[in-house]
């Protein structure tokens, strides 16, 4: 039996009836998350001109947080791209991505279009989230550490079960969906902190539901396209790289949604350097809570935390959300760190310079904890403190993000597109999605609340 075959059997063997309540809950806020991270993203540039030079016409589909109506591969397309615009959604260990902005985008358009019950959308995303990390189990880190963007190159098989899930696909029409999924990967890190990193997610949305939709027509792939000499795990991983039977162990006990979990964010930033930012805001708003007494930063952190991309200096909005300096001066100097902070018009900053100047980086050791950070400042008088958090705050269901900061988030996101009374309306429905008769009518109420787009 072929790795496709096997994988989709396992998809569609999970019960949902089985799911545990807390899952549910968590599935829940984490699409909740995403949706106002679309509507965050859906007035920027990058939506804008995937808006005009990526879509074919019209159709009957909604656009998160604008007036446009698409057909269901542009729809997925651009809610994709508004949803990682500003790399604001939420992450995954096993994954070492962004599943939800691939997952969700991708199954919109089909839960809109055949009137599918919110219940019905929180299990194919659940059964998606399974598909894409168990997957990622097998061929990460050496994945990521290749230089792959782990969520499109491997959210796409989230995409492509989820979508397969609600068009009711059979196991032999799974197999052949994601075998063609395997074609239609693609994303490279080198593009991290450019307009093109959003454009992976919409590709990879709109790839993962054209390839269910093919496979629902009768399209066929090779069954051996995963494992193949010349298949997706020899050329994106290469001999020894990759374990294809941790992908096929232990699905659903326990889901991986759950164990190790989703990262919900709590800033508006590469979830690497999410400890450091929570560790130098408690010194500020400790024993140093004047960043001009600071003479010297040392940050530590995991290996695997401190890539290239993070090690760069801020030079532009979009790399600032990648850069541990930058966001680790600006909770010196400000004890916050807000989506203001992320505009071109911030970044020169001179304190903030400053501080970004005196910031050096260092490896702990691999047993030290993979999102943990250590922050040791010195300041002008010789005092010398330190802060180290083991597990940020939104560090999955171990370090969950409340509902009320979630909450918070969620409307200052949808404050860029919706009337305040909608966005408040929208976030009570995704509360109760569970219970939603159709996720069409969350979409209409999306629609109904979008302002009109300026210019």
Known sequence: MSLSHELATRALALDPSGFDP??????????????????????????????????????????????EKLGRLDAAFVNGVSGHALDYDDTSKSLSGHPTVIIIPAILPIAETLQTSGRAFLDAYVIGVEAATRFARGVNFAHYEKGWHPTATLGIFGAVVSAGILLKLDVKSMA????????????????????????????????????ALMAAEGVNAASTALEHPQGFLEVFNGKGHYDADRMLTDWGTPLDLM??????????????????I???????????????????????????????????????????????????????VNGTVRLDHFEDSA??????????DLIR????????????????????????????????????????????????????????????DGAADVFGMLMQLDRLARVSDLVAAISTSTRPTKG
């Open 22 to 67: 807390s899952a549910l809950g968590f599935a829940r806020d984490a699409i909740a998350d995403m949706i106002g991270c679309a509507l965050l993203g859906a007035p920027t540039t990058t939506t804008e001109a995937a808006l005009l030079k990526g879509i074919q016409g019209e159709g009957p589909c909604h656009v998160l947080g604008r007036r």
């Open 176 to 211: 052949n969906a994601i075998s063609m999924a395997a074609s239609l990967a693609s994303g490279i890190k080198a593009n991290f902190g450019t307009d093109t990193k959003p454009l992976h997610a919409g590709l990879a949305a709109r790839n993962g539901l054209f390839a």
């Open 259 to 276: 164990n190790p979990g989703i990262s919900i964010k709590k800033y508006p930033c590469v979830y690497s350097v999410h400890a450091a």
């Open 278 to 332: 929570d560790a130098v805001i408690e010194l500020h708003d400790g024993s140093v809570p004047d960043s001009t007494a600071v003479e010297d930063v040392v940050v530590r952190m995991h290996p695997r935390r401190l890539l290239p991309h993070v090690r760069n200096p801020a030079t532009s909005a979009l790399n600032a959300k990648f850069s541990l300096s930058y966001v680790v001066a600006r909770g010196l």
């Open 347 to 356: 970044l020169g900053d001179p304190e903030v310079m400053r501080i970004m």
């Open 361 to 420: 980086m260092e490896e702990m050791p691999d047993d030290f904890p993979d999102y943990g950070a250590e922050v040791v400042v010195r300041t002008k008088d010789g005092q010398e403190v330190r802060n180290r958090i083991e597990t940020p705050l939104g560090r999955g269901p171990e370090s969950p993000l409340p509902t009320e900061m979630l909450e918070r988030k969620f409307l200052d996101c949808a404050s860029r597109s919706l009337t305040a």
